[in-house]
């Protein structure tokens, strides 16, 4: 890019900048730099500038840059949930794809900025990444690069099994824990005592008789099914070194630091379509831009015969969300009390407060399934067909696809199963079968990790399943 290119890109960062934040878009400080294809496939693999080193980078780095090579997709920018927020655009960009792009992102970022789901968010990642990522090599150094890895690879076979809400459920049981009643029997039971917490409990617990065994005790560990997966293993299994504890840590951080993203993919992109087209209505283009603009931005929110568009999907429901809270019809005023007149208002409000679950379930209308023609579809035999246009069962089916992020809802039953140490899981069925050939190759890692036998409970053909692997062998049986 030359130095006269430059100038304008700077004069259009001024410009888009000054046209979002009078719009109401509140977004941190920004900061855009220019980058080569493999550079930003590089980005778009690891999904961030600066992560640890796994070969399944690599392999999302050959797919994304061979399909860029061969003109069958492309990446125009990346943008970091960070603060400051950092975007990268691609070198090559035409001026009027830059501004493109600099509009969609000021949008990105308003939504990390602002959506509830994004407040428990890092805004540090960048650096913590970095620091792990320097902490990994030198385990490398340490233990080998074989071992090092290897772990990695069990890890990340279940890193999608956390709790983004375990904030609430540790917060809540730490009140419980303040208002229970205090125990000195080392086993942890309940003998009825009270007495407000101080600083100095353990040394008035030595004086305290022990308990007589009268105390209830425990019949389950954990009391609770426990969603968090890699945080239980973390935090239980027995024969995991520090460094191993540590690799689990840095996985499950970065996966809790992306999920809001997956919670929120249809409304993010939605917002930040919604904004890029107002924004560039409104700044002065030529005529070829104009066109260039159009061109770009049907490709964009272009729909698909075979998935879900996130940007054509959210742009339409945000684009009604306005209309119906703009110009309210006879009934809606009467029966919800909206004088009109409150569209923009009601998207900011929807922006803040939703994930695409509750965005799909209170805003995608008969109306807007129909006219997007909607369906849901399935393979039969040797041919894929659709199978359900009715607008609610189709609502339904996606809004069930969304459901934990699209992966599976497992949780730790039993830490000491048969009393030997084993660890039960239990699958959520709600009507999707797990994927067998899958589930087998991921119980080892499980085991691995755990350090013994494994047991994983599903149903498959409508049957309650039972698959366990002891460190030899994968076996399953009907319970």
């Known amino acids: 890019m030359n130095r006269e290119e430059m100038r304008k ?70 943008v970091i949930n960070s603060n400051p927020c950092y975007a990268f655009l691609l070198e090559g960009n035409s001026l009027v794809q830059n501004k493109l792009v600099i509009a969609h992102v000021l949008a990105h970022c308003d939504f990390f900025k602002n959506n509830v789901y994004f407040k428990h968010t890092s805004r540090n990642m960048v650096e913590s990444m970095a620091s792990a990522a320097e902490r990994f090599r030198g385990y490398e150094m340490k233990y080998g690069r074989d071992k090092v890895e290897a772990f990695l690879d069990a890890v990340i076979s279940i890193q999608e099994h956390v709790d983004p809400h375990h904030f609430i459920k540790a917060g809540r049981d730490k009140k419980e824990e303040k208002a229970g009643e205090a125990c000195a029997c080392s086993r942890g039971g309940k003998c009825g005592r009270h007495r407000e917490e101080t600083p100095y409990d353990d040394l008035w617990e030595l004086d305290e008789p022990r308990c007589a065994g009268h105390c209830e005790k425990p019949k ?110 006879g009934e809606e005023r009467k029966k919800y009390g909206r004088p009109g007149g409150e569209g923009r208002q009601k998207i900011f409000e929807v922006r803040e407060q939703e994930n695409d679950i509750s965005f799909l379930r209170n805003y995608l209308t008969k109306e807007l399934i129909e006219e997007m023609d909607l369906y849901l579809y399935k393979k039969m035999g040797h041919d894929w067909k659709i199978v359900e246009k009715d607008w609610e069962k189709v609502k339904e089916g996606i809004i069930s696809s969304l459901i934990n992020g699209g992966h599976p809802y497992i949780v730790v039953e039993d830490g000491d199963f048969n009393k030997r140490g084993d660890l039960y899981l239990r699958h959520c069925y709600e009507g999707l079968e797990l994927d067998v050939f899958y589930l087998e190759k991921t119980l080892p890692y499980v085991y691995r990790l755990w350090g013994r036998p494994v047991h994983l409970e599903t149903v498959i053909d409508n049957k309650k399943v039972l698959f366990s692997y002891n460190g030899e062998k994968v076996s399953k049986k009907f319970i």
């Open 220 to 329: 389950k560990f954990p009391f609770e099914p426990e969603k968090d997966l890699l945080l239980f293993i973390m935090e239980h299994a027995r024969d995991l070194e520090d460094w191993q504890r540590d690799i689990i840590s840095v996985i499950r951080q970065e996966i809790l630091y992306f999920w809001p993203q997956l919670e929120t993919k249809i409304m993010n992109e939605g917002w930040a379509t919604y904004w890029h087209l107002r924004i560039m209505r409104e700044i002065d283009l030529t005529e070829a831009e104009a066109v260039e603009f159009a061109k770009m931005h049907a490709g964009v929110i272009q729909p698909s015969r075979v998935r879900l568009n996130p940007y054509h999907l959210g742009l339409k429901i945000f684009e009604d969300i306005e209309k119906r809270w703009n110009e309210p019809t």
């Open 9 to 78: 890109l700077e004069e259009a960062v001024e410009v888009i900048t000054a046209k979002a934040r009078e719009f109401g878009l509140d977004f941190y400080d920004m900061f855009f730099e220019i980058c080569p294809a493999d550079i930003i496939y590089t980005f778009g693999a690891y999904g961030m500038p600066t992560r640890f080193s796994h070969w399944t980078f690599g392999k999302a780095y050959h797919k994304m840059k061979t399909q860029y090579d061969y003109n069958l997709s492309r990446i125009y920018e990346m």
